[in-house]
């Protein structure tokens, strides 16, 4: 089983627990239950459940893995508020769209061609797929910190070899992106306990 604690305010908290695929997910509050959603399906769909103090609490699955508990119109777990735009999230898409097109561009040139000297645009492509991963798996910004390093030199080497740049303007996007994401105020997501299957409930709260 899986745990987690999730702050609502500084003086009210809740603890969440569900098993392997989002099964018998359910939030407690003082050591009792305020809210069950038993299959993975229905938690995509979103429930509303009242705290002890009545406010609402709406978790929902996003995707495969990525849970949003929402309260007074702002995410607990990533800090983004209804409405506004989140900018760790915008950055971590960018990195995979500029790597897709990046990564199809450097292959189908190179089986085109058999010009190794296309290899670099597949390897680069490839790196910013895999820093968005990475990103969007820890909630960290360094990701963000190398792509932005490795687009600058990009930049410098495209100009200094070959007098210019293709996709220049999806490199700027890139880089604008990635700084906005840098400064954003994402937070680190759940942090999640693995508990035994006779393990109490509350342990380590």
Same mark, same amino acid.
């Given at each position: 089983?899986?745990?987690?604690?999730?702050? $609502?305010?500084?003086?009210?908290? @809740?603890?969440?627990?569900?098993?392997?695929?989002?099964?018998?997910?359910?939030?407690?509050?003082? &050591?009792?239950? @305020?809210?069950?959603?038993?299959?993975?399906?229905?938690?995509?769909? &979103?429930?509303?459940?009242? +705290?002890?103090?009545?406010?609402?609490? +709406?978790? @929902?699955?996003?995707g495969?893995?990525?849970?949003?508990?929402?309260?007074? &119109?702002?995410?607990?777990?990533?800090?983004?508020?209804?409405?506004?735009?989140?900018?760790?999230?915008?950055?971590?898409? !960018?990195?995979?769209?500029?790597?897709?097109?990046? +990564?199809? $561009?450097?292959?189908?040139?190179?089986f085109?061609?058999?010009?190794f000297? +296309?290899?670099?645009?597949?390897?680069?492509?490839?790196?910013?797929?895999?820093?968005?991963?990475?990103?969007?798996? !820890?909630?960290? !910004?360094?990701?963000?910190? $190398?792509?932005?390093?490795?687009?600058?030199l !990009?930049?410098?080497?495209?100009?200094?070899?070959?007098?210019?740049?293709?996709?220049?303007?999806?490199?700027?996007?890139?880089?604008?992106?990635?700084?906005?994401? @840098?400064?954003?105020?994402?937070? &680190?997501?759940?942090?999640?306990?693995?508990?035994?299957?006779?393990?109490?409930?509350?342990?380590? $709260?």
């Amino acid at each position: 089983m899986n745990q987690s604690n999730v702050q $609502i305010s500084p003086t009210e908290s @809740i603890q969440l627990s569900w098993e392997n695929n989002w099964s018998n997910f359910a939030i407690r509050q003082n &050591g009792q239950i @305020i809210g069950e959603i038993p299959t993975k399906d229905d938690l995509k769909m &979103g429930r509303n459940f009242k +705290t002890a103090s009545g406010k609402t609490i +709406t978790p @929902i699955l996003r995707g495969t893995s990525n849970l949003e508990i929402w309260c007074d &119109g702002k995410d607990l777990v990533t800090g983004v508020a209804s409405g506004t735009a989140d900018d760790f999230l915008y950055a971590v898409r !960018t990195l995979f769209v500029v790597g897709g097109i990046l +990564t199809l $561009i450097g292959a189908a040139t190179f089986f085109a061609s058999q010009n190794f000297m +296309t290899l670099p645009i597949l390897a680069v492509g490839l790196i910013y797929i895999g820093l968005g991963w990475q990103a969007n798996k !820890t909630g960290d !910004t360094m990701p963000f910190k $190398i792509g932005m390093g490795l687009n600058v030199l !990009t930049l410098v080497l495209g100009f200094v070899f070959f007098g210019v740049v293709p996709g220049i303007l999806l490199l700027v996007a890139l880089f604008y992106y990635l700084y906005k994401g @840098i400064n954003s105020q994402k937070m &680190g997501g759940l942090q999640v306990r693995k508990l035994e299957a006779d393990g109490p409930l509350d342990s380590g $709260i």
